[in-house]
């Protein structure tokens, strides 16, 4: 048996990204002179912790993928797989193609739309996966938060245990694969992403500490903003020779 796989999803297209993509793949824009997605999956890589990378993507997006992988070097170092309707189907896709070509012990799922995990995270994760179960990547949450009533702020709400979520998120691939299964034969809509699946049968999912920097890009402001960090982490590195 393997021993970790990750899961690198690509599948969407990044509605609030459309008018920079003209439809296309929010994952293939550039990105400091790279598609958005190298910058992930070059760590991935680099950590050494994954018998297989797979890279979960459109149907359509397979030629233009695989020639931006072909000129960085990387296109020979993944599987690839078509992706689903929603981010869930495409995880499930990875899952299904995993369980066939040799299940691992541990995977790891990453959205390719957040180019900064590092190889901390990712250690991490998948040490946690294997104690606990299930790992995400989180943040505490800083903002104030209130409850709105009839268009007034009428109370705010204790934040001491609130995190937002972010990737990667690690899982014992036997324990995500069967509440998958579970899920497909009796949909919730409810349940928007993996950890919720196992939150739901009563499984604790393990922290794992986030930055604020593994931003996911979402709209061109975020593209912006991967830009100025990208930047600054060259200038950084350029410092240290
Ligand atoms: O759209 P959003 O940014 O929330 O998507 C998060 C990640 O999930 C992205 O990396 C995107 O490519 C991936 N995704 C996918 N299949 C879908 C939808 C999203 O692989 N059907």
Redesign the pocket.
């Known amino acids: 048996m393997s021993k970790n796989s990750a899961l690198l ?7 609030r990204m459309a008018a920079a993509t003209g439809g296309g ?3 293939l824009l550039d990105l400091g002179g790279e598609p958005v ?1 190298c910058h992930s999956l070059r760590t991935l890589l680099g950590s050494r912790c994954f018998d297989r990378v797979v890279l ?2 459109r149907d359509e997006d397979r030629a233009r993928l695989e020639e931006r992988l072909d000129s960085g070097g990387l296109a020979g170092s993944v599987d690839w797989v078509v ?5 869930f ?3 499930h896709a990875g899952l299904e193609f995993l369980s066939k070509v040799g299940a691992p012990k541990n995977v790891l799922i990453h ?4 180019p900064f995990v590092t190889t901390a995270m990712i250690e991490e994760s998948l040490a946690k996966a294997a104690e606990f179960g299930a790992s995400t990547v989180a943040v505490p949450l800083s903002d104030t938060l209130k409850r709105e009533d009839g268009g007034f702020l009428v109370e705010t709400l204790p934040r001491k245990h609130l995190y937002r979520i972010q990737t990667p998120q690690a899982f014992d691939f036997q324990l995500l694969f069967a509440a998958h299964k579970r899920f497909r034969n009796a949909p919730d809509p409810m349940v928007t992403d993996d950890c919720m699946l196992l939150e739901k049968e009563g499984r604790g999912i393990a922290i794992v500490s986030g930055c604020e920097s593994n931003i ?3 709209t061109p402001f975020d593209l912006k903003l991967a830009q100025a960090i990208l930047e600054e982490r060259r200038n950084a590195a350029g410092e240290e020779f």
């Open positions: 999803l690509a599948g969407g297209s990044g509605t793949n929010k994952v997605l979960v993507h992706g689903g309707k929603e981010r189907d495409s995880v959205d390719s739309a957040r996911k890009i979402t």
